[in-house]
């Protein structure tokens, strides 16, 4: 599926298995183009939600306040405090291949987590308005 407009284009392709989802996007005012995949895994609804996130950092301070805690959890227990939420924030965690471990949605500014895996480090990614906030957790 190809959609055009004066500002440019969005094409979107669905994988043979229905398990990966491929956008481009391109601007007629800049010759750059920017590529995305989203993994359908386990998807039950016909609305699939794209996050674009920043390429420029890891970290943005923008939400200060914003917290992990006890990172190294012993017991896989996080906390997560999001002074800036606003609205409910989907949040993942992630192994270090990439592998997506763990996703729920944060409703409040101060969430208990329950991550109960083996030691190691993972990724935890929050996603609130159009900002993501990475962290890497650690599981002692």
């Not at 055009?4 to 969005?10: D, E, H, T, V």
């Not at 398990?19 to 039950?44: E, H, Q």
Request: aromatic share 12%; with cysteine.
């Amino acid at each position: 599926m190809t959609v055009l407009n004066a500002a440019g284009f969005l094409t979107a392709s669905i994988s043979q298995a229905y398990d990966k989802l491929t956008f481009t996007f391109a601007s007629n005012s800049t010759p750059s183009r920017r590529t995305g995949i989203v993994y359908i895994i386990g998807c039950k609804t016909d609305t699939i939600v794209v996050i674009q996130e920043s390429a420029v950092s890891v970290h943005d301070l923008s939400c200060p306040g914003l917290t992990i805690y006890p990172n190294p959890s012993k017991d896989g227990r996080f906390f997560i405090s999001i002074p800036c939420l606003e609205e409910k924030s989907m949040i993942t965690i992630q192994d270090l291949s990439g592998k997506i471990l763990y996703k729920g949605w944060l409703r409040e500014k101060r969430e208990e987590v329950k991550f109960i895996h083996q030691r190691g480090f993972y990724i935890l990614r929050v996603f609130n308005r159009e900002k993501c906030y990475t962290f890497k957790i650690l599981i002692s």
